[in-house]
């Protein structure tokens, strides 16, 4: 018998259904609610609410736990290959050898971006950061793929869109930190895999040969799986919605990187890194900085800190900081930025505000020390961020579409002037 709610209003009891899900999670079904009591419920910041029902990412915040379809992120983040992630958060499950080849084949054949596009980057300044340059050009993709402007098209044209999507955004994103520098663009590599192709469009010169590191290579794998979902987080939330719509791919892989842009979510990254700069720039003064970062006066936070769903160790996190030590140790580089993150980071531990809050490092606090030993520049920290999260963005986005979900269009409570006569400018 499965569990009913039972809500009193106006000497009236209403009841609705408890659903739970495979991991035991229960909700109370309110979507008849307004039809029932004529009430809606509010819920600034969809703390407490559910916006659908997934089978691809399962978190618990306060057990620090994070599956991709029911494998961990602890073990894929250990065995698997990046793409091998992509293929089990859109697909469902691991490929076979034969299915990621054909996979990372298809993927491979579609690295190429339009040569036209080329005269995009070049009307940018080179001051313009990389996640405005990615943004749009993700969007423009569909001026070049009017194909893909009907999501529901045919399963093999959303296939397509989906492959050219995966393909193309680490060239889009390597071209916009090229164009930034004004140096020449490199393009893709077909022997290269996924994250040595793009290091090499990164870092290689066309004047002398380049070759990846197997170590810098290995610790960008390790660092786009643990990006590559996250269940209903802001800019997740934000590629259903704009799909919701039945806009196209292209156009709700945009939205969402436009949404990870924002410091309070995937530009922590950046700004974590920012923080280190500044403290380590004052002096390297932690206590300070830690009691600025209680003092409701002062609008300083300490970023990479907090979650809105881990009320304990973000599991990432923990993954990050000893790959941290384990790429810093094999390149041979002693950053200062990673001594200050830990006296940070056991300072704030050590504090009520803190602890009392349950406010711990996060996914962002550690990445932007391993971006920076592997000589990713701080302004792309957000478009590696986008990178990994790929994958998870366009399962979402597939899982909405072929769920046949409703458009999104929350509700409000009104608080604005009530009906007055309109008066002329005279009169005012
Ligand atoms: C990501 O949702 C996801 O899954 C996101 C993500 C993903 O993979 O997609 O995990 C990626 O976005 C990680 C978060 C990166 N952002 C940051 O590191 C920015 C710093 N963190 C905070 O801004 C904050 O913790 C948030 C935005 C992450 C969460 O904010 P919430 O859930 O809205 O919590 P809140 O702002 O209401 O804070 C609760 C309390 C407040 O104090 P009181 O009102 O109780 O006195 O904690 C305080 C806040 O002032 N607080 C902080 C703090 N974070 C929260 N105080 C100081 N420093 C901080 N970092």
């Known amino acids: 018998m499965s569990e009913i709610a039972k809500i009193e209003l106006d000497g009236k009891t209403f009841e609705f259904p408890v659903i739970e899900g495979t991991e035991n999670e229960k909700a109370i079904d309110i979507s008849k609610l307004r039809d029932a009591t004529g009430y809606i419920t509010l819920d600034p910041g969809y703390k407490n609410t559910g916006a659908t029902k997934s089978s691809i990412t399962y978190l618990d915040g306060e057990k620090g736990i994070l599956h991709y379809r029911g494998y961990s992120i602890e073990q894929l983040a250990e065995k698997a290959s990046f793409i091998e992630v992509a293929y089990l958060l859109i697909y469902g499950n691991l490929p076979t050898q034969t299915e990621l080849d054909i996979f990372t084949n298809n993927i491979t054949k579609h690295t190429l971006v339009h040569e036209d596009m080329k005269q995009f980057f070049e009307a940018y300044p080179a001051k313009a950061h990389p996640m405005g340059v990615l943004a749009s050009m993700v969007c423009s993709l569909s001026t070049f793929y009017p194909e893909s402007l009907d999501p529901n098209r045919s399963p093999e044209a959303k296939d397509l869109t989906i492959l050219r999507l995966l393909a193309k955004l680490p060239t889009l994103a390597a ?4 164009n930034a520098m004004r140096h020449p ?8 895999n996924y994250c040595s192709n793009f290091l090499h469009m990164m870092f290689a010169m066309p ?3 380049y070759t990846v590191d197997p170590v810098v290579s290995n610790a960008l794998n390790k660092l786009l799986i643990l990006h590559a979902d996250h269940e209903q987080n802001c800019s997740t939330s934000t590629v259903r919605i704009v799909g919701s719509s039945q806009a ?7 939205a969402g990187i436009s949404a990870l842009w924002g410091p309070l979510h995937g530009g922590a990254n ?8 500044q403290i380590h720039a004052d002096g390297g003064d932690v206590d300070k900085w830690v009691t600025k970062a209680k003092d409701k006066e002062d609008p300083f936070r300490l970023m990479g800190f907090g979650h809105r769903v881990y009320k304990n160790f973000d599991p990432r996190a923990t993954i990050i900081k000893k790959a941290c030590d384990d790429v810093l140790e094999k390149m041979g580089i002693n950053d200062p930025m990673l001594e200050i993150a830990k006296k940070l980071e056991k300072v704030a531990l050590e504090d009520e505000y803190f602890k009392s809050r349950n406010l711990y490092p996060n996914v962002d606090f550690y ?15 957000t478009v590696m961020f986008a990178i990994g999260r790929l ?4 399962a979402q986005w597939k899982e909405m579409t072929e769920n046949n979900e409703p458009i999104g269009r929350p509700r409000q409570i009104y608080t604005g002037a009530t009906p007055r006569e309109y008066v002329s400018i005279e009169k005012r």
């Open 175 to 178: 071209w916009s930190y090229k």
């Open 248 to 254: 196209n791919l292209y156009a709700s892989i945009s």
């Open 185 to 192: 663009f490199m393009y893709p590599k077909n022997d290269l």
């Open 367 to 381: 990445s932007g020390i391993i971006y920076r030993a592997l000589g990713i520049p701080t302004e792309m920290f």
């Open 207 to 209: 004047t002398e040969d």
């Open 270 to 277: 950046q700004a974590v890194i920012e923080m280190l700069e």
């Open 391 to 394: 994958p998870g963005w366009i």
